[in-house]
C-alpha cells in the first residue's frame, strides 16, 4: 500500500511539472492537461476508498483471528455495528398475545394472566454476547430480560461460559450452561426467534415456566468429535451443579417447588451420518439427588432422566423427535416413579410460510412430587411466516387435554424479531 501511494505522488509532481512548463502550450494541449488531472483525482479517489476499507478491516478483524501473538488497533469508534470494544452480540425479542378458555387457572409465566380470557406480555428479551480471547479461548453470555407478574421485569444471566476448543476432539465450557438432556435443549436457547413454534415442548420448558426438567447447571461440560469415519460420533461429558426451582400448575398454594439439586452428571453420546446431512440419532443419561419438597429437603431421592431423540433438519424440512423417561427412587427404600413423556414435531416450509404441527405427552404419577401435573397430553396446531431475515409471526392452537381437569384449549399469537 505505501508503494502505490509513494508512485502516485511522484505521478502527481510530473503532471505538476508539466502544468508549469505548458502554460503557453496550445489549447488542445491544455485540454488533454485538464483529462489527465481528472484521471488523477479520480484515481486518487478510488484509492483513499480502498485504504479507508482496509484500514477498517485491520481495525475490526474476524473473532477467530485475535490472538496475543498477532495485537491489534483499536476500533476507530467505541461502537460500531453488533461490536462493542471486541464484543460482538445478537439481540432477540418478542410479543405476545394469548388467550386460553380455562375454567380452573393454569400456570402464568411469562406476563400470562392466569385465569384471565386473554392479554399481551413481551415475554422474553434475550441478548447474546460472544467474545475471542485468543484463536482458542473466548467467552459467551446469554442475557435475558424476562417479563414476570404485573409487567414486572427481571434479569437473568441464562448462559455465561469461558470457552476453549483444544480441536475437533475437545471443548471445553466452563460457567453457567444449559444441559445437554436430549437435543431440544441445546438446540434452541432463550430466543423465541431460533425455533418453529411459539412455546417449548413443556418436557424441555424451562424450569422457571414449569418444565420438569433441570435445563441449566454450573459446572464444566466438554464435548468434542470421535473418529467414526462417515458415521460422524460425537460425545458430551457434564458436570455440574443445578437448582431446579419451577412454579405448580393449577396454584395449589405450596408455592414453588424446591428440588435442591445435588451435583449432577450428564452422558450423551449422539450420531450425524455423513450419508444423510440433517440427521442426528442420539440419547444421553443424566443423574442427581433431589429433595422432596412435600415431605422436607432432608428425604432425598435419586433422580435418573434417559433421553433418546432422531432429529432431521434441513433449510426447509424439520422434524424433531425425543423419548424421556424420568425415574425418581428414595435413597433409604420406598416407592420407586418412572414417568414418561415425549414429543414430536414436523414443520415443512414453503416461501415465506412454515406450518408446523406438534404433539406432547407427559405422564407424571399422582403419587410423585409432580402431583399437580399428572397426565397431560395434546396435539398443537400453527405456523409461521417471516416477513424477512429479521421479524416473524406465529399463530398456534393447542389443546391440551388434563386428567381429573377440563380439556384446555388456547390461542397464541407471537411476533419474534432478532437484531
Known amino acids: 500500500m505505501a508503494r502505490k501511494q509513494l508512485w502516485i505522488q511522484f505521478a502527481l509532481i510530473l503532471l505538476i511539472a508539466n502544468v508549469c512548463r505548458g502554460q503557453t502550450a496550445p489549447d488542445s494541449d491544455q485540454q488533454i492537461i485538464r483529462e489527465l488531472a481528472q484521471q488523477v483525482k479520480e484515481l486518487q479517489e478510488k484509492v483513499a476508498v480502498l485504504q479507508s476499507k482496509l484500514e477498517a478491516k485491520g481495525a475490526q478483524p474476524a473473532a477467530a483471528d485475535i490472538s496475543p501473538a498477532t495485537p491489534q488497533e483499536p476500533p476507530t469508534s467505541v461502537f460500531d455495528g453488533h461490536g462493542f470494544h471486541g464484543i460482538q452480540w445478537r439481540g432477540f425479542g418478542e410479543v405476545n398475545y394469548k388467550v386460553l378458555d380455562q375454567k380452573v387457572p393454569e400456570l402464568a409465566t411469562s406476563g400470562f394472566v392466569p385465569g384471565s380470557a386473554g392479554n399481551f406480555y413481551a415475554g422474553d428479551f434475550d441478548l447474546l ?111 455440574g451443579s443445578s437448582d431446579t426451582i419451577r412454579p405448580e400448575f393449577n396454584e395449589q398454594g405450596r408455592g414453588p417447588d424446591d428440588e435442591n439439586n445435588g451435583n ?8 450425524r451420518p455423513d450419508g444423510v446431512p440433517g440427521l442426528q440419532i442420539g440419547g444421553s443419561v443424566y443423574h442427581d439427588r433431589i429433595s422432596n419438597f412435600q415431605k422436607g429437603p432432608t428425604v432425598r431421592l435419586g433422580q435418573t432422566i434417559v433421553n433418546g431423540h432422531v432429529v432431521y433438519v434441513t433449510h426447509n424440512i424439520e422434524i424433531l423427535n425425543e423419548g424421556y423417561l424420568i425415574r425418581h427412587a428414595y435413597e433409604h427404600g420406598g416407592p420407586i416413579y418412572d414417568m414418561p413423556a415425549f414429543y414430536t414435531q414436523f414443520s415443512r416450509q414453503f416461501g415465506r410460510i412454515s406450518p408446523y404441527f406438534r404433539y406432547q405427552y407427559i405422564n407424571a404419577n399422582p403419587q410423585s412430587m409432580y402431583d399437580d401435573v399428572k397426565l397431560r397430553h395434546g396435539p398443537s396446531f400453527g405456523a409461521r411466516y417471516d416477513f424477512n431475515a429479521n421479524i416473524g409471526f406465529k399463530a398456534q392452537l393447542d389443546h391440551t387435554l388434563r386428567k381429573n381437569l377440563p380439556d384446555l384449549n388456547g390461542l397464541h399469537l407471537q411476533l419474534v424479531f432478532a437484531f
Open 129 to 239: 454476547l460472544t467474545s475471542a480471547i485468543t484463536d482458542k479461548a473466548s467467552v459467551l453470555a446469554e442475557v435475558v430480560v424476562g417479563e414476570d407478574d404485573a409487567q414486572r421485569f427481571d434479569v437473568d444471566l441464562e448462559r455465561g461460559l469461558f470457552k476453549y476448543d483444544y480441536n475437533d476432539h475437545l471443548k471445553a465450557s466452563f460457567g453457567r450452561y444449559h444441559t445437554g438432556i436430549g437435543y431440544y435443549n441445546t438446540a434452541f436457547h432463550s430466543g423465541k426467534w431460533l425455533q418453529t413454534a411459539t412455546d417449548r415442548p413443556l418436557i424441555m420448558e424451562f424450569a422457571a415456566h414449569g418444565g420438569l426438567l433441570p435445563t441449566q447447571a454450573i459446572g464444566v461440560s466438554f464435548t468434542g468429535w470421535i473418529p467414526s469415519g462417515s458415521l460422524g460420533l460425537n460425545y458430551l461429558i457434564e458436570y
Open 264 to 271: 449432577s452428571i450428564n452422558f450423551g453420546l449422539f450420531a
